[in-house]
């Protein structure tokens, strides 16, 4: 019996419809036209014209300083829910579980809203720790699964090895639970970042005067700039995120080999 085609040209549509808008965004970062159009020859002044922008590169040290942030904090407090989750069984562990993951189906625009309404009624001004936060609070729940899926197949015979070897609680979790854990943690914690950096609804809401983050700057230079300049910014910006996902999916394989 002839076997069908049709699945493939079916993922071969798809594949084509998701990453040809973006493989046409990168070409034209280097077409000479200010506005994108016709191909007119090939150029590097729009990345060139990128490096002397000044308020774009604050855009990005706020969203660096941020995404940093939010991933380390989420690195830990993640792990620790994480491994909360998986060691422990009570009644308190089924609020515990909607806690940390209702982040992952709860609207970005309904979470962004409801952090902006809290920290006007606490009367806090909306600066880099205020984004700092908003960005943890969904960072968490990324790295929990990924770090719960690693302890779903994780051998806890060898922590009991080491107890029994004379090794205290201290000295087990930072030789041998935290290196075993590692490469899941940090597969999280990359994955946290790719958000981070790329998150423009929460960012939107709790910005503040001087704390615009590079998803936000570039939706106001969209009303005043040459796309040309804009699609040469998204095109680092892509090559970033790809890289931190390729890294994220390559230590998450290796935390399950």
């Known amino acids: 019996m002839k076997r069908s085609r049709f699945p493939l040209w079916v993922t071969a549509g798809v594949m084509l419809f998701f990453y040809l808008p973006v ?3 990168v070409v034209n970062s280097f077409n000479q036209s200010r506005s994108s159009g016709p191909w007119t020859g090939f150029t590097l ?3 060139v014209r990128l490096m002397g922008r000044r308020d774009i590169w604050m855009a990005f040290r706020n969203t660096l300083i941020v ?3 939010a991933s380390a904090a989420s690195m830990v407090l993640g792990t620790l829910a994480a491994f909360a989750l998986h060691r422990y069984r009570s009644r308190l ?3 515990h579980y909607t806690m ?9 625009i309904l979470l962004g809203v409801s952090l902006l309404l809290l920290f006007v009624a606490l009367g806090v001004e909306r600066n880099l720790w205020v984004l700092f936060i908003g960005h943890t609070t969904f960072c968490i729940s990324y790295v929990a699964m990924v770090v719960l899926a690693r302890l779903q197949d994780f051998d806890f015979s060898v922590v009991e ?5 004379g090794a205290g609680p201290w000295i087990t979790v930072r030789r041998v639970l935290l290196p075993l854990l590692a490469p899941g943690i940090l597969a999280g914690g990359l994955l946290a970042f790719t958000l981070s ?6 960012s939107f809401f709790l910005s503040g005067p001087g704390t615009t983050t590079l998803p936000i700057q570039i939706n106001a230079m969209i ?3 040459a796309p040309a300049l804009i699609n040469a910014l998204s095109s680092l910006m892509l090559c970033v995120t790809f890289l931190l996902v390729w890294l994220s999916q390559k230590l998450n394989k290796e935390s399950r080999t």
């Open 223 to 225: 009303r005043r700039d």
């Open 93 to 95: 562990q089924d609020v």
């Open 45 to 47: 002044d729009w990345y």
């Open 161 to 165: 090895a080491a107890r029994d070897l």
């Open 100 to 108: 940390i993951f209702t982040p992952l189906v709860v609207p970005e």
């Open 67 to 69: 995404a940093t942030g």
């Open 197 to 202: 950096i790329d998150d423009y609804v929460i």
């Open 23 to 25: 493989v046409v965004l």
